[in-house]
């Protein structure tokens, strides 16, 4: 048998101390290939799932509305290099929650085999489940502000039906629903559209609770003013015996509104017959006789007759 003369045969010997190493570095880099180790991802979505289920029981979130969750992976090294937030799944089954409160653990998974979850935090979230609540309430048509000098608004339709819906716990908090009506800038009768929202007692929108219809088509007119002295007219079956001219009456004017047509021509007000018999039994108080089409800007003012005072000789 022929004998490997070893010294003679150098690339032989390269060859196989070649293999040797690497050998060893094939070794060492799938050792280091397969390393465990893990990577954090913050704030992760939570999917809620079983929302159909909730509406079908007339059932509503209050809380949270939305959550996140903080994510702890591990895995080899050659899996882990290529993780990604978007393969995280978290989300919770709330499919058979009933009203009340509730804490419900997150299910949280990775889309690629190899890849486990050690760790979430938090990992359950407190649900606060209501029902849902439909009611039929008045909303009222609320003037802001004033038009310009000269100009006010006239009588408007300041009701409509409309229908809340929520939480019953943001239903309760209603004190009032309203919509509300600019009237700065305008200078003549318009038909708005007016959003109808509901509030609270301190007067703030309940953000959570729908209004049906959302919004109101309202007639506002624009009428204009002006201010007239007033103008006494006697019942002349009582007034024997008795001085007008003694009397006045207080506010001796009045601010009256309409159309421009009907209240350019009007240079004073007249009162109502006025019956001295019911003076004497101390009924002061005094009618205007307001021609059509014509109203007061303020309704609330009384007119009272009263005797003027007498000079000192």
Do not use: C
């Amino acid at each position: 048998m022929k004998k490997i003369n070893f010294k003679n045969d150098r690339s032989l010997m390269i060859k196989i101390t070649s293999l040797i190493f690497a050998l060893i570095l094939w070794s060492y880099v799938k050792s280091e290939a397969n390393f465990i180790t893990s990577a954090n991802f913050k704030n992760i979505e939570v999917t809620y799932e079983g929302l159909s289920n909730l509406k079908e029981k007339n059932l509503t979130i209050i809380s949270p509305k939305e959550f996140s969750v903080d994510v702890k992976l591990q895995g080899y090294n050659s899996y882990m290099r290529n993780v990604t937030r978007d393969g995280i799944v978290a989300k919770v089954d709330l499919s058979k929650l009933s009203e009340g409160e509730h804490s419900i653990p997150v299910n949280v998974s990775y889309i690629d085999l190899g890849i486990s979850v050690v760790n979430t935090s938090p990992r359950r979230i407190p649900f606060k489940i209501d029902k849902v609540l439909n009611e039929k309430v008045k909303a009222d048509v609320v003037i802001k502000n004033k038009p310009q000098k000269g100009l006010s608004v006239g009588e408007i339709d300041k009701a409509v039906n409309v229908v809340v819906k929520g939480a019953s716990t943001y239903i309760n908090k209603i004190d009032k629903v309203e919509a509300h009506i600019d009237v700065t800038d305008m200078t003549e009768t318009s038909t708005v559209d007016s959003e109808i929202f509901a509030y609270d007692d301190l007067g703030k929108v309940i953000k959570e609770v729908t209004v049906t219809p959302a919004t109101v088509k309202v007639d506002v007119p624009i009428l204009k003013s002006k201010t007239v002295p007033i103008k006494l007219v006697y019942n002349e079956n009582t007034t024997e015996n008795i001085v007008t001219n003694d009397f006045s009456i207080e506010p001796a004017s009045v601010t009256i509104r309409g159309n421009s047509d009907v209240i350019d021509s009007i240079r004073f007000i007249e009162t109502r017959p006025i019956n001295f018999n019911n003076i004497k039994k101390g009924d002061d108080q005094v009618k205007l006789n307001l021609p059509d089409k014509v109203t007061l800007v303020d309704e609330n003012i009384n007119f009272r007759l009263k005797q003027k005072p007498k000079d000192v000789e």
